[in-house]
């Protein structure tokens, strides 16, 4: 069983920055490269939207519009590790974040392809 954990949200004046950080485990260090994985981010009130995704080797990206510029995602030292660096957030990008590893090893943003996912970290910045 693939277990996803997340940590590093909290509260940010806007213009800060936060660094998010997911660790899988259940996986060997073998298989997480052939698994993409990506970060999610749910508004109260709105569906669940990709942030950012990045392939199963760390080698390729992709990001929402919204998050091209500020946030940088990148596989960790430990494959089974996922960070997401952002930088000048703002209130809209206050959300419940979430990471997930996918079936795939190329990326997607469709959350159907994501089979494992964790329970979110909050992250809410202020005005």
């Known amino acids: 069983q693939v277990q996803v954990v997340e940590s590093g949200g909290g509260l940010v004046q806007a213009g800060g920055s936060l660094s998010l950080s997911c660790a899988a485990s259940g996986l060997t260090s073998s298989e997480y490269g052939g698994h993409a994985m990506g970060w999610f981010r749910q508004a109260p009130g709105k569906e669940r939207e990709i942030v950012g995704t990045?392939?199963?080797?760390?080698?390729?990206?992709q990001y929402a519009d919204s998050a091209k510029g500020r946030f940088t995602i990148s596989r960790g030292n430990a494959k089974n590790t996922l960070l997401l660096q952002m930088n000048n957030l703002q209130p809209e990008d206050t959300a419940l974040y979430y990471c997930a590893v996918s079936s795939t090893m190329a990326v997607t943003t469709d959350p159907s392809d994501y089979d494992y996912w964790g329970q979110g970290t909050q992250v809410t910045v202020s005005s």
């Open positions: 990045i392939t199963g080797i760390g080698d390729f990206t």
